[in-house]
């Protein structure tokens, strides 16, 4: 693929090889302008002393990712063929699946809420469910046979061995 290629004033000029942008590098012509996309700067170019060739943007669009090229058309001389010259690709990835998915997720969980709110709960106490989770304490008293529902005594815990 190729280099992008600023000026000295940072405005854009034909993108070189990797080759070359390495050798400029290695005799100080330029510096690294930005790591993505990798982009040098010339310190002794301005863009009025460079010739320009036209590029072309190729898009090929499909239904999940876009496909960009960037491309440099060059024409034969010998038999006027004309063949393209691919500088850079990239991929964009569509969102659209990602945020159907991400309502479908929320309408479902806004389902389960409404469902949850329940008007017209009893109360704990006549459910059972305070009996389940162990609230009401087991007594001992002069019997052996434990009570329930007995108020907290000092026999109420055994003593340790």
Known sequence: MAVF????HSRPLMPCSEKRARLLLERR???VHRLVPFTIR???RRLNDCELQPL?????PGS???GVAIVREAIHDTDGTRTAIVLSLA???HRGRQISEALTARRSIRRARRGRKTRYALPASTTGASQRAGLLRVCVTASTRPQRGCAASSNSRPSPP
């Open 5 to 8: 290629v600023l000026d000295r």
């Open 29 to 31: 012509r330029a510096r």
């Open 42 to 44: 010339l310190t002794d």
């Open 56 to 60: 072309r943007l190729k898009l090929d």
């Open 64 to 66: 999940k990712e876009t």
């Open 91 to 93: 991929e964009i990835v």
